[in-house]
């Protein structure tokens, strides 16, 4: 199917339908520098600047720009991220320079993650500096750390295995971004085992597993996260034993990480769990309550957000599971803090708190039109009337907002439901409640009651 377009004009009408329902901060974070390179059979190629947009995009917008592009032209079914090589060049050359301290005003999402190592595939944000000792972790610290100072020859492997969110990956990407400072020359490359496997497979299909060998053999420091994928993989756990080897022979470095022991990965072979275990291993632990103060502490100090001692010591308390929990609590308070420009009280925040938790109940499209109707006192049927009534209005932008924002139906199906020819209607009417909400507390209560009624009392 071959397909006459104006790419540029494609990408256009695309970014400018996407733009008007993200973010500022996201729009620029994640869409600047991209760009359609070309088509074939409904594929778009779409250029983008690193493997971190590369992964965000593909993940979290992909079905998003698929639709804006679908809609701007029928025909395209699919989307390939590309990472343009030149753009990478750039990004870093101007890492230091005046485009990033710009960027850095506009409080972007995920800045940081933009300026990912892409050589070594290192996030910079994960130093020992910013990693929070206690009594949990210590021991994977210690050991991590004395291999930056003997590669190769302190520990090999170290093998470090924990939960989730408890600073696995943290901790492994500080021992490369260390290296990676101390020894310009060594070469050093991060990758999940999902990724290894995908590199093998993808190999195999083009033929180029020679290759694939050959890249991987000459690592000095090669770090794998999240081994357990390997498990029942066998035709992988057998190319990845080689490549052990050969690396272990030269004496360079091998890191790994797994959600447990290489004893209760299944389906793992024996010999290459031997390997793991011929080194060093050690495990992260869930942080006991001081280490999780501590930790909030410093996290708050590092984002320039003091938070009262007795609202810390009250997360730290609360929220018990792991780090990554630990980091969203406060983060969702300090961006509360933000929005109503005020210290919130230690009762709105055990009412944060609690509501993040709780996993969301599955509402359907009919049980929003019902709860708000039910809420603001009106019926169902007026809701969908053609009026600029004001206690219709608002009601009917509020279920608009909702369904986009809670269930994520899309523009053009809400404004389908409402009547709507045009759906841009709909996008307005959810930017209108997204602005309101930051300065009008009563509105904020109103839809907080909706979805008290949806989801349940907290
Ligand atoms: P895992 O890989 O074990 O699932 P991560 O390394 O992704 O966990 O950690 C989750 C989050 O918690 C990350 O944002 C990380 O920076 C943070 N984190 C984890 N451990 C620590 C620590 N000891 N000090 C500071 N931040 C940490
Ligand atoms: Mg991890």
New binding site residues.
């Given amino acids: 199917m071959a397909m006459i377009v104006d790419y540029k004009k494609l990408w256009k009408d695309a970014l400018t339908e996407i733009e008007l329902s993200v973010s500022r901060a996201n729009f620029v974070t994640w869409f600047k520098n991209t760009d359609i390179v070309g088509e074939e059979n409904g594929t778009i190629f779409l250029s983008v600047p690193n493997v971190f947009v590369q992964e965000w995009l593909s993940t979290k917008f992909h079905k998003f720009i698929l639709r804006a592009l679908h809609r701007n032209c029928p025909s395209i079914r699919n989307i390939e991220y590309l990472i343009n090589k030149k753009d990478v060049a750039e990004a870093v050359k101007k890492e230091k320079g005046v485009d990033v301290a710009k960027i850095k005003n506009e409080e972007q999402l995920g800045f940081n993650e933009l300026y990912v190592d892409t050589e070594a595939n290192l996030n910079p944000?994960?130093t020992f500096d910013?990693?929070?000792?206690?009594s949990f972790?210590e021991v994977a610290?210690a050991a991590a750390l004395a291999i930056t100072k003997n590669l190769g020859t302190a520990y090999n492997p170290l093998f470090i295995y924990?939960?989730?969110?408890?600073?696995?990956?943290?901790?492994?990407q500080s021992v490369g971004n260390k290296i990676r400072r101390e020894k310009p020359d060594a070469k050093v490359h991060y990758l999940t085992s999902e990724k290894f496997a995908n590199d093998f497979v993808t190999s195999m299909k083009n033929n180029t597993i020679h290759s694939f060998k050959e890249k991987y053999r000459k690592y000095n420091l090669l770090i794998i996260?999240?081994i357990q994928f390997f498990s029942d993989k066998l035709k992988i756990q057998e190319e990845f034993f080689h490549i052990f080897n050969s690396l272990y022979d030269k004496n360079n470095q091998i890191i790994f990480?797994s959600?447990r022991s290489p004893k209760h990965i299944v389906g793992l072979e024996e010999r290459l769990r031997s390997r793991f275990e011929g080194g060093m291993m050690v495990d992260?632990s869930k942080?006991e309550y001081e280490s999780r103060l501590a930790?909030l502490k410093?996290?708050s100090e590092e984002k320039g957000f003091l938070v009262d001692d007795e609202i810390l010591d009250y997360i730290a308390s609360s929220v018990q599971s792991?780090?990554?929990e630990?980091?969203g609590a406060l983060n969702s308070i300090i961006g509360q803090c933000k929005i109503r420009g005020r210290i919130l009280s230690l009762q709105e925040i055990k009412d944060l708190l609690k509501k993040n938790a709780q996993p969301e109940k599955k509402v359907t499209m009919s049980q929003v039109i019902r709860a708000v109707t039910d809420f603001y006192g009106i019926e169902e049927r007026s809701l969908f009337e053609k009026t600029r009534r004001k206690e219709i209005v608002k009601p009917r932008q509020v279920a608009m907002y909702i369904l986009r924002v809670d269930l994520g139906v899309s523009y053009p199906y809400i404004g389908e439901k409402f009547g709507q020819r045009d759906h841009t209607t709909v996008i307005h009417a959810h930017k209108k409640i997204e602005r309101t909400i930051e300065k009008d507390d009563v509105l904020n209560q109103e839809i907080e009651g909706i979805r008290e009624i949806l989801y349940g009392k907290k």
């Avoid at 910013?130 to 206690?134: L, M, N, P, Q, R």
């Avoid at 924990?162 to 492994?172: A, E, P, R, Y």
């Fill in positions: 944000k994960y910013s990693f929070i000792v206690g972790n610290y924990g939960g989730v969110g408890l600073g696995k990956t943290h901790l492994l996260d999240d990480s959600d992260i942080p930790i410093a996290k792991n780090i990554r630990l980091e």
